[in-house]
């Protein structure tokens, strides 16, 4: 009997082996619309930057850990205050090796996590509720597809605004220890963030980490991040 145990284990994981990522999860996402409206008017806010990360993680309920991104997208609203994210996949998981079975990478509930910014605005993050039947599904939802998203508009003084800035980018993080250069495909935001840092540096609120390009992993295979940057910064 133990003999028979040993060879199914065996087998699994040269079969999880040979491709290397038979036995990673599939995922796929529907696609994603809604408007943003100002909190106090309820006008539609056109220009404002939307990211959507679909973040991988490891372990079990409740000892979660970021495992790196599926899917990163960004894009801006219209004059409708309307944005739109293209369905996507199927696209499969990365495999680790040794195979910890509790820890493969999976999505929970940033599937996906959407961050929202423009200049004068307060940032807003908002994700899918928790359920525990999160890792049943390879189909990926939105809660907020088809709804009204209200943004408030910033009160406070500079210091304030950087606090504001800092938590935007604590949240941004996936592309501050990108291994895939992630921050090119949220260029926009975090372009935005950077020039609403050094205009409150030129202020005297200095904010040393969000400052510039220069915080952004250096990666040879990724090229100059100053460089790119320039174009969605003029």
Known sequence: MMSSMKSVVIGFVLGCLLPLQACG????????????VDAETAQP???????????LEEGTVGGNRP????????????NKGRFYFSAWGPKSTPLTFP????????????????????SGYKWLG?????????????LRKSDWNGKIIK????????????????????????????????????PRILALLFSEADAL????????????????????KCGSALEFFKDYRK
Not at 67 to 78: F, K, R, S
Not at 104 to 116: G, S
């Open 25 to 36: 999860t599939t995922y796929r996402a529907e696609s994603i619309e809604a408007w943003v």
């Open 99 to 118: 195979v910890p079975l509790t820890s493969e990478p999976h999505l929970v509930n940033r599937d996906p996590h959407l961050l929202f910014f423009k």
């Open 126 to 138: 908002l994700e899918n509720s928790f359920s525990a039947d999160y890792n049943k599904s390879s």
């Open 151 to 186: 943004m408030a508009r910033f009160v406070g003084d500079g210091k304030e605004y950087a606090w504001n800035l800092t938590q935007l980018s604590n949240s941004m993080g996936y592309a501050f220890r990108a291994e895939n250069c992630e921050w090119k495909q949220t």
């Open 201 to 220: 540096h030129g202020r005297g609120v200095y904010i040393g980490s969000i400052r510039d390009a220069m915080s952004l992993p250096k990666q040879e």
């Open 67 to 78: 495992a790196g991104q599926i899917m990163v997208m960004e894009t801006v609203t219209d």
């Open 45 to 55: 806010i056109e220009g404002l930057v939307v990211t959507a990360n679909w973040e």
